[in-house]
């Protein structure tokens, strides 16, 4: 690994592809002409953005070739033209993606959160396209019932007619300041960073999250647990599935912790070929509380599963 110095980082540079009608940004770090086997594809979570992964990419040994998308509505990327926001186009959109990226070669792919979920999911519809999944925290949302399904639907025309909303801030130090009263082990210098690339001018003087507003309306279909593991089942590759010690995943399950926790684990037998890890010191935000550990997580991981020598 390499010792970085909390403001020395690796330069990163930006493209745009076409995916499915929408600029899609792609931040790239590393060589460009590096062959796909050392090609990692990188998903952020939700409100967040390419950048994020900034802090373990800098902890990656430097023969890496990393690239990671913001998806639709998020950073760089175009917006969708409607009024909400449909999960199974970022899996049409990841495909777009990889055609760029790695062409016909299986792809690595490193998701947090989200991007975690995407991967997966993908993972069990086009398993001869994913080499091997690193998912750091991306467990799945809580279970619902059809039960649910008419005050949902109710729930999501009453947010349409609204509309999606995002609170503004004076300035990108408030900005840092909120990200680190959200993460408390978020450093200050980190902070300063992610407040760059996660928030963008609004035009008048204050500045606006990188993101779509219609990303906070809620999706009017409910979330199938079923059919996520049928996904799941069908992945073919290695996982190396990653939970923070201090995790709030499925916090709002309606159970204690350790049940919450127990669900997780339960969730993780459906894959096939599956390792796990927890990574002590961190959060949900994994990757920004412990970049030298899920760096060197991923690197062990593609060394065993993958036979990538690395010096």
């Known amino acids: 690994m390499r010792a970085n110095a909390a403001l020395e980082m690796t330069p990163s540079r930006s493209?745009?592809?076409n995916v499915r009608g929408l600029r899609y940004h792609l931040r790239e770090w590393g060589d460009a002409g590096a062959g796909a086997a050392h090609t990692l594809v990188m998903l952020h979570g939700w409100m967040d953005v390419s950048a994020s992964f900034q802090f373990v990419v800098d902890k990656l040994d430097s023969d890496w070739r990393v690239v990671a998308p913001d998806w639709r509505g998020f950073g760089l990327s175009d917006r969708a033209p409607g009024d909400c926001y449909w999960y199974p186009d970022y899996l049409a959109d990841l495909e777009f993606v990889?055609?760029?990226?790695?062409?016909?070669?299986?792809?690595?792919?490193v998701g947090h959160s989200m991007g975690g979920n995407v991967a997966l999911m993908y993972a069990g519809a086009r398993p001869e396209r994913v080499r091997a999944v690193v998912n750091l925290e991306g467990f799945g949302l809580r279970p619902t019932h059809?039960?649910?399904?008419?005050?949902?639907?109710?729930?999501?025309?009453d947010q349409l007619k609204q509309g999606g909303t995002l609170r503004?801030?004076?300035s990108r130090e408030e900005v840092a300041a909120r990200l680190m009263k959200n993460n408390p082990r978020l450093s200050t210098a980190r902070a300063a960073f992610l407040a760059q690339h996660w928030s963008e001018p609004d035009g008048g003087g204050r500045f606006r999250v990188a993101g779509d507003p219609a990303h906070r309306i809620i999706n009017p279909t409910l979330y199938r647990i079923d059919e996520v593991l049928a996904c799941w089942?069908?992945?073919?590759?290695?996982?190396?599935w990653v939970r923070a010690a201090q995790t709030d995943v499925l916090r709002h399950v309606g159970v204690d912790r350790d049940a919450a926790l127990r669900e997780v684990e339960i969730r993780m037998t459906a894959l096939r070929n599956v390792e796990s890890v927890v990574v002590e010191?961190?959060?949900?935000?994994?990757?920004?509380d412990r970049p030298d550990e899920v760096a060197r997580l991923i690197e062990h991981f593609a060394r065993r599963r993958d036979g990538i020598n690395k010096p």
């Open 168 to 170: 503004d801030y004076s």
């Open 146 to 157: 059809s039960e649910q399904a008419p005050g949902r639907y109710a729930q999501w025309i």
């Open 15 to 17: 493209r745009f592809i």
């Open 281 to 288: 010191n961190a959060g949900h935000m994994l990757h920004h």
């Open 98 to 109: 990889l055609d760029d990226v790695v062409g016909a070669e299986p792809a690595w792919l």
């Open 233 to 240: 089942k069908n992945v073919e590759c290695p996982v190396l």
